[in-house]
């Protein structure tokens, strides 16, 4: 397995203005590829302090120039919020800027204040999605094609930049309905899902649920490359982690607000912050997220790998307000420490830990 950076992008000071924060996601992605970290995600948000990364393939862009190693990512591109000929040859253009170091998450959105400025239906949103999937396929694939679907037409088209990894990059999908996963296992896709305050008891019928749906579609579960969405936070100070815990709070209040549409705006593109139906308390909801020493993160990541089997981590060291020193400090001490322990508990090498079978496996 390996372990990614996620980057939100999220706003919950209006003194840390839009350029500090983008230049902050940067330097973040530096420093991951420097400590050994795989990947760095980049997340397609618009229109509110949720995140002010519209879009994920020009961070990207800018990170490729910047890097030489880590795997760079959308988590998640929203493609009913896109043209289908421009963000297929944007893909190739990106995967080009890469050198081949692109992957392309996809998940069909879930705020309807985004859908509404874009003119689009939320409720055809898995439908345009499924469209979206099979252009993508076709013109990174083929040498010219068309489509004629419900929502998207495309006369011959060829796309002039090809992709560098072929048939085109990796494609992970984050939808966690039986369809979209049904697709997940026929195509090779790979998977990707958030635990957000979910207990290792809530976590493991998804995963099984996934076991299952992947089996239904004739592909063995063992060749799905699963990539598992997580907070964290490492430090000795238990101020510093309840402030993390507390940021954690104001990032989901935020997207169950935009999530159930009941979100309200103040001045501009502030979402106000308000309690969700069920809401954890802080204490509760510290004890399901890996925040804490390296001690207690390192038996509740154990607990996660074993369980649920992910051969792909990625965390959100920075939400809400957590400063760059704090989130910094967590991904140096991740590499350092908890990995280390890690190894030690499962006795065998990171990389070797949670390996996906290769996918010509499910066919023997």
């Not at 939100?8 to 203005?17: S, Y």
């Not at 493609?79 to 297929?88: D, G, K, Q, V």
Request: hydrophobic residues 40%; contains cysteine; proline residues 6%.
């Amino acid at each position: 397995m390996d372990f990614g950076l996620f980057n939100i992008l999220q706003q919950r000071d209006r003194a840390k203005n839009s350029r500090t924060i983008i230049e902050e996601s940067i330097e973040q992605t530096r420093i991951a590829e420097k400590l050994g970290f795989a990947h760095a995600w980049f997340v397609e948000h618009h229109f509110s302090n949720y995140s002010l990364c519209p879009s994920p393939l020009t961070m990207a862009a800018y990170a490729a120039g910047v890097t030489k190693k880590i795997r760079l990512g959308s988590a998640v591109i929203v493609p009913p919020l896109h043209m289908p000929a421009r963000l297929i040859a944007e893909i190739a253009v990106v995967d080009t800027l890469s050198n081949g170091r692109l992957d392309i998450g996809i998940g069909s959105g879930y705020q309807s204040y985004e859908f509404d400025r874009f003119g689009v239906d939320i409720d055809d949103r898995k439908a345009m999605t499924n469209e979206m999937l099979d252009m993508i396929e076709m013109g990174l694939s083929q040498p010219n094609f068309s489509y004629d679907g419900k929502f998207y037409q495309q006369p011959a088209t060829a796309i002039n930049v090809r992709p560098v990894q072929t048939p085109y990059p990796p494609i992970w999908n984050a939808s966690k309905d039986a369809e979209s996963l049904g697709r997940a296992a026929r195509k090779g896709y790979n998977q990707f899902f958030s635990s957000r305050f979910a207990s290792l008891e809530e976590l493991v019928p998804v995963r099984d649920f996934m076991d299952k749906t992947f089996l239904e579609n004739g592909r063995d579960p063992d060749t799905m490359r699963l990539g598992l969405l997580s907070y964290c936070c490492i430090s000795d100070d238990p101020a510093v982690i309840d402030d993390y815990i507390e940021n954690c709070r104001f990032q989901q209040r935020i997207a169950r607000s935009l999530r159930e549409r009941r979100e309200n705006m103040e001045d501009d593109y502030w979402v106000a912050e308000t309690p969700f139906d069920a809401e954890p308390s802080l204490e509760e909801a510290a004890e399901h997220v890996l925040a804490g020493d390296v001690e207690t993160v390192t038996e509740r990541a154990v607990a996660i790998i074993r369980a649920v089997r992910p051969s792909h981590m990625t965390f959100y060291f920075q939400v809400g307000a957590v400063s760059q020193e704090t989130a910094v400090r967590s991904m140096e001490r991740w590499m350092t420490e908890v990995v280390p322990n890690i190894e030690k508990a499962m006795g065998a090498p990171i990389a070797t830990i949670n390996q996906p079978k290769p996918l010509r496996a499910a066919a023997e």
